[in-house]
């Protein structure tokens, strides 16, 4: 009688139990589509994941002002926006390796550092829809002309 009763709780659970199909995960964003976080551009890769610039976006400040942001040093220029190293902060890298971010160039020293130049890259002038290309990635200009989205493929060639 025990395991009868037994038996019929089991299955009166079992019963009860909904089978709930599994969701796959929701896509962050459409692959392709394009959009401007504060002065960073960001693109939708093939697998639905946002990757974006990461520069640093000009704020108010007073010339001849200077901060530290992670590892990179700012100061402030004459007409009042920061002007930034762009050191990769703390990532490793192989002694040798070089890349290029935005106008500077960048050494992995013998210690595993990124060591990159400081110079003060133009604002980006583009005429809106215009396709081209930076370092090894494809770029189409934004409505603003200040902006482009572009492709965020290693660039492994020195330019």
Request: charged share 20%; hydrophobic share 30%.
């Amino acid at each position: 009688m025990v395991k009868i009763t037994i038996f019929i709780v089991v299955a009166l659970i079992f019963s009860f139990v909904e089978s709930v199909p599994l969701e796959e995960p929701q896509a962050e964003c459409t692959p392709g589509e394009v959009k401007t976080i504060d002065c960073n551009n960001c693109t939708c890769s093939s697998t639905g994941v946002w990757g974006c610039s990461k520069r640093i976006c000009p704020a108010e400040c007073t010339q001849g002002e200077s901060k530290t942001i992670d590892c990179n040093t700012c100061t402030c220029t004459a007409n009042g926006i920061w002007g930034c190293s762009k050191r990769l902060c703390p990532a490793k890298c192989s002694p040798g390796e070089y890349k290029r971010i935005d106008c500077n160039d960048c050494t992995c020293t013998a210690n595993g550092l990124w060591a990159c130049t400081e110079k003060l890259c133009p604002v980006l002038k583009c005429i809106p829809g215009e396709s081209f290309k930076k370092d090894c990635n494809n770029c189409i200009c934004n409505l603003d002309g200040q902006n482009a989205a572009c492709t965020l493929l290693p660039c492994t060639e020195k330019l």
